[in-house]
């Protein structure tokens, strides 16, 4: 790695901020902007300046085809051009994805060696497919073609006393000798450990394939919750006839609620879209059809979650690496990324992975999203036989419109029969708690949290996690925290009892007087911690020791050199593997780079929603690391994985302060 600290794309140096002191009086901080020391800002002028250029340059870069040297040099021109291409840039992306602020994404997902080297032979094991293999075989050749070492330390055979990339690994020198042969600890590889659970044989994928895993406790679930609505629906059919008894001479109507017992068992579920929203809380109450089963002879387990720290379910940058590093400061519940679980029942290995939990996960959970009930158990019922987790939870908030309009996520919000019905179904099949995340509503001005937390609590939920905002909201405005606070005043149960619910609030906390604050005022049992985490993975640690940690840039980019040894040890060490580490890592500093230092704020604490002016750190590497350019980023990414590959490309996925991806 090397030590030389680039300089940011977009800065000035601190003597051009310390200028820019007496432009920027303390009273004239506005609301929504971070309150940073003037002697840490840069001038606006200038700030205003690099921006027009950079824009300029990326607009230059796109090319003014069928343009004359005398037409670009034509202000009016060059105006009216570069907004027809952007027009039409717009709008073309906007016909093939339907707009949104990832439609123009570009990630370099996946970058292979020039020679593709078999996987055995680079194991240093011969390979039992012969000619008949696809890949090269030729060592020397690969060795020859093959980019050179990133360094001299590989955290895989550190770790284990081998490397199972063998000569894959961009770390080669740490474990090849002088004769060009791969070295093995034979004393590490004897004490080494797996510390990564849940990682699942190719014999489960080709059995959920092949539809040989059993699912009997699961089915057993499903027969009777459909017999049981079949048979309602008759008896409700039977009500109707004779209360609307048709006169002499008027001809019959046929009951619209009739639900034959053939009728499959999508078709039943999609029964309670129909009930008018208005009262579809109150209605369902009033009508328990949830079929009875009974649990297992063996006790179900049981996890006291009041009072502890939660670290949220979240797409994307809630990977086993980052979930490591939030351990190590001191998170108590973890939860794995939303897996959908109709993926999980066809044996989709990326999918599968998502179940995987470190060792030092001591309170880990899964978050499930799913638009039918028996796709749903049948997964959980599987969780249940292969995996080892602590709880299993159903994701009710997900606002993704991909879905939403499938009916999952936030779209079970809107039935809450089915609803209902899948979380007695996962109590079937678990012998672990099933906790619930849900929203406050659907739309903005028709909250229903109220109504749905004691039915949580009447289902069996051993936890819910209310996000204090609407699916309509999205993540804009701030979370509704009074209406949290009104949640928690519901009926569920008594404290200290085992039929007790917990309720954690989730939404917009930044540091131990947010966390604090909320715990004592808004009477909630615990917090889940999001946005918050990934902005400052510190923030639990902060919470135990209940202070303001002005952690210096060092440590912090420490903290990033030790996400890239897990990202090593969980994507690969090959080139395909360092890759991964440094996409996900870039993902990550979408977020870092919103930390505004501590000892830079006039104010305390942070605020979440806040957005800091263009400013310079205490040093070089702090600069660095606020930067919003994404350049600078990747020069980050460099001093630790090395010179990203020339076909690297990276765009962020989460832009907007606004952004969240709480599952």
């Known amino acids: 790695m090397s030590a030389e600290i680039p300089p940011p794309t977009a800065s000035a140096s601190v003597e051009s901020a310390v200028a820019a002191e007496s432009s920027t009086p303390a009273s004239t901080y506005q609301k929504g902007i971070s309150p940073i020391k003037p002697e840490y800002l840069l001038p606006k002028p200038a700030a205003k300046e690099e921006t027009i250029a950079h824009l300029s340059e990326a607009i230059e870069a796109e090319g003014d085809q069928g343009r004359t040297e005398a037409d670009s040099n034509t202000p009016e021109v060059n105006e009216n051009n570069k907004r027809d291409r952007k027009d039409k840039h717009v709008k073309n992306n906007r016909k093939k994805r339907g707009g949104g602020q990832n439609q123009d994404r570009v990630v370099t997902r996946r970058i292979e060696d020039e020679v593709q080297l078999c996987f055995k032979v680079a194991k240093g094991v011969e390979c039992d497919k012969g000619d008949s293999c696809k890949f090269n075989h030729d060592i020397k050749k690969y060795l020859d073609a093959k980019d050179k070492d990133i360094g001299d330390r590989c955290v895989n055979f550190e770790n284990t006393g081998e490397c199972h990339y063998g000569y894959k690994c961009r770390y080669l020198g740490a474990h090849m000798d002088a004769d060009g042969k791969l070295i093995k600890d034979e004393a590490k590889m004897a004490a080494a450990e797996n510390n990564t659970m849940n990682v699942f044989p190719h014999d489960l994928t080709l059995n959920l394939r092949s539809f040989k895993f059993d699912f009997s406790r699961s089915e057993a679930y499903l027969k009777k919750m459909t017999d049981e609505m079949a048979e309602a629906s008759k008896e409700q059919a039977k009500k109707t006839e004779s209360t609307d008894t048709p006169t002499e001479g008027t001809p019959a109507v046929e009951s619209a609620t009739e639900a034959p017992a053939e009728k499959d068992l999508s078709e039943l579920e ?315 890592l870039l993902e990550w500093q979408s977020f870092l780079h919103r930390y505004v230092p501590v000892g830079l704020l006039e104010v305390l604490p942070q605020k979440i929603n806040d957005r800091p002016p263009a400013f310079v750190g205490r040093n070089d590497l702090e600069t660095l690391m606020a930067s919003p350019d994404v350049s600078d980023w990747i020069k980050l990414s460099d001093m630790i994985l090395g010179p990203a590959p020339e076909a690297f490309r990276f765009d962020p996925k989460h832009k907007a302060n606004s952004t969240s991806v709480e599952g």
């Open 270 to 584: 999609n029964r309670d879209v129909k009930v008018p929203k208005a009262t579809i809380v109150q209605e369902e109450v009033s009508h328990p059809d949830t079929p009875d089963v009974k649990m297992r002879p063996a006790e179900k387990k049981k996890i006291d979650f009041r009072g502890k720290t939660y670290l949220a379910p979240l797409t994307t940058v809630g990977n086993l690496p980052f979930r490591r590093i939030c351990k190590e400061y001191g998170v108590d519940i973890t939860c794995g990324e939303m897996a959908m679980a109709s993926n999980l029942v066809q044996g989709q290995k990326a999918e599968l992975a998502l179940l995987r939990r470190h060792k030092s996960e001591d309170i880990f959970g899964v978050q499930l999203t799913g638009n039918k009930i028996d796709v749903v158990v049948r997964a959980c019922d599987m969780i249940n036989q292969v995996a080892e987790v602590d709880f299993v939870d159903l994701n009710m908030g997900c606002p993704i419109d991909l879905v939403f309009n499938a009916g999952a996520g936030s779209g079970l919000l809107g039935s809450p029969g089915k609803m209902r019905r899948m979380v007695t179904g996962m109590k079937s099949v678990l012998d672990v708690p099933v906790t619930v995340k849900f929203r406050m509503a659907i739309h903005d001005k028709k909250p229903i949290g109220v109504n749905l937390t004691p039915q949580f609590h009447n289902l069996g939920a051993a936890l819910g996690t209310l996000h204090g905002r609407s699916r309509q909201q999205r993540y804009t405005k701030l979370a509704d925290w009074d209406y949290i606070s009104q949640c928690a005043q519901t009926d569920r149960g008594i404290p200290g009892n085992d039929d007790y619910m917990p309720l954690f609030g989730n939404g917009d906390i930044l540091g131990p007087s947010d966390y604090y604050r909320h715990l004592n005022e808004h009477k909630v049992d615990g917090c889940m911690i999001a946005r918050g985490a990934l902005m400052k993975p510190w923030i639990f640690e902060e919470i135990k020791s209940n202070r303001d940690w002005d952690i210096s840039s060092g440590e912090r980019f420490d903290m990033m050199k030790r996400f890239c040894d897990f990202g090593l040890e969980h994507w690969g060490s090959d080139t395909q593997g360092v890759n991964q580490t440094r996409r996900f």
